[in-house]
């Protein structure tokens, strides 16, 4: 197959997981309604999965779409819509009870939309041993969307976190969650046993992504209230300067990985380049 060619069916990868996004989002207004939520939106999701795990079948990463769809509403309804702690709280436990099994609250459209993606995770056959794996990885992505919106309530009074702490509460990015989705729907028995070693790997990907982002959008993040690395660091070139001391540790991570997971160290160092490549014209997000 030429590079054309194969380039051509990533591209059609991308074009049904855009249909199939906004066929989902048309089905769940009360979630997708908000400007945000536009076309580009859909495509950039559509594309950046397609880039990344190219070889995967379209339902393989019709999954992985919708599963960064939802990291994207949670972070909507936490960032944006939460109008005290408590609400935050709310949203994690109704989140985690969906999570460990229940019915989604009534008048929850966030649950009910996660409720989908956990019957269909179900079906996976390493999901009953994984289960607490994925778990503990949306808890930990619930976890830092609520440090954050701490941390913006504090940065408003004059008391904003280190940038180390910045950092580590990369799970905000709402990546690492995705992978490990990804990974039990799509991986083998040796894959569902060793995911804490993928997720550590996932976790190094996922930092370099949130400073690669926060280059990238610091404008909007200043417009929209959001912290950014270089509103803490005070300086573009410092980000990028650790940006590229982070990517040059990840790939030396990816290589070793790559000996005993080929594909899945192929997929985090295609996710590496490609975001890197994307944030470096635009941005998920649409207007607000």
């Not at 059609?12 to 199939?20: H, V």
């Not at 089905?27 to 580009?40: K, N, W």
């Not at 650790?242 to 000996?259: H, I, K, N, S, Y």
């Amino acid at each position: 197959m030429t590079l054309a060619a194969e380039q051509g069916r990533i591209c059609a990868l991308a074009a049904k997981g855009q249909r199939d996004l906004q066929r989902l989002a048309a089905g769940h207004p009360e979630l997708f309604s908000a400007r945000p939520f536009d076309p580009a939106l859909y495509a950039s999701i559509a594309m950046a999965m397609a880039f990344s795990s190219p070889w995967c079948a379209p339902e393989e990463l019709r999954f992985a779409n919708r599963a960064v769809l939802w990291g994207f509403a949670v972070d909507w309804q936490v960032d944006y819509l939460a109008k005290s702690r408590e609400e935050v709280d709310r949203i994690t436990a109704d989140t985690l009870a969906v999570v460990d099994g229940a019915d989604p609250a009534a008048g929850d459209p966030l649950g009910r939309f996660l409720a989908e993606l956990r019957d269909e995770l179900a079906g996976a056959p390493g999901y009953a041993h994984a289960w607490a794996v994925w778990r503990e990885a949306v808890a930990r992505t619930l976890a830092a969307m609520a440090r954050e919106w701490d941390w913006r309530e504090a940065t408003a009074a004059g008391q904003p976190p280190s940038y180390a702490e910045y950092l580590d509460n990369a799970d905000n990015l709402a990546c690492t969650v995705v992978n490990v989705a990804h990974w039990i729907r799509t991986g083998d028995a040796d894959v569902h046993q060793r995911l804490p070693e993928l997720i550590a790997a996932s976790d190094q990907v996922q930092r370099v992504l949130r400073l690669v982002n926060d280059l990238a959008t610091h404008e909007r993040d200043r417009e929209w209230g959001d912290l950014n690395a270089i509103t803490l660091v005070g300086d573009p070139a410092e980000v990028a300067r650790r940006a590229a001391t982070l990517t040059d540790e990840c790939r030396g991570t990816l290589a070793d990985l790559g000996g005993r997971f080929p594909r899945e160290a192929r997929y985090l160092g295609r996710q590496l380049g490609y975001t890197s490549g994307f944030y470096g014209s635009t941005d998920f997000w649409g207007a607000r």
